[in-house]
């Protein structure tokens, strides 16, 4: 197992007990996790003071780096980053119901085509991934149609028996 001597306790530890920093020649602090974590917690307003001074002085850099760090992220861990906005999509919806009735309305008036042609592929789509469901679907849709003719056909009959005099005949 490699070691290191942290520089502040003066402790020789397990690499393990080290941040890693690619900056250092051998990848890793030269203060170990427990020695940093006291440091933090003693000049905490000190290095946030220090932090926001440089979020000031250089913001194109700062956010540069916060691009690269989130594009980074979504490469390593797609899967991740989909359920996370699939999450985040759905806590809106429900927050703001009429925001998104405003906003599919409005986009409807402005982009008919677009929408009709996205709704379209939409229905392409599933239809593609879930044949089973859309099977079923018809199944029921056919169920339903036939339900509705022999309901209809019965009114048809009742509302001409009622019209037609005993003894005649319809």
């Known amino acids: ?35 940093k974590n006291e440091y933090y917690k003693k000049n905490k307003e000190k290095i946030k003071k220090i932090q926001k001074e ?40 429900e927050k703001y119901p009429e925001r998104i009735k405003e906003y599919e309305r409005k986009r409807k008036e402005k982009y008919p085509e677009k929408v009709k042609e996205n709704s379209r592929k939409s229905r392409q789509k599933f239809k593609k991934n879930h044949p089973e469901r859309v099977k079923e679907r018809s199944q029921n849709a056919r169920q339903k149609i036939k339900a509705d003719l022999n309901y209809r056909s019965m009114l048809i009959l009742t509302q001409s028996q009622q019209t037609t005099k005993p003894g005649e005949v319809a």
Request: aromatic share 12%; with cysteine; net charge positive.
């Open 1 to 35: 197992m490699l070691t290191k001597k942290c520089l502040r306790c003066g402790f020789i530890k397990a690499l393990t007990e080290f941040s890693k920093n690619k900056s250092k020649k051998d990848g890793f602090d030269c203060y170990c996790k427990i020695c």
């Open 54 to 93: 440089y979020k000031e002085k250089y913001p194109e850099k700062v956010k540069e780096i916060s691009r690269k760090s989130r594009q980074k992220y979504k490469e390593k861990y797609p899967e991740k980053v989909k359920e996370s906005n699939r999450k985040s999509s759905q806590k809106y919806k």
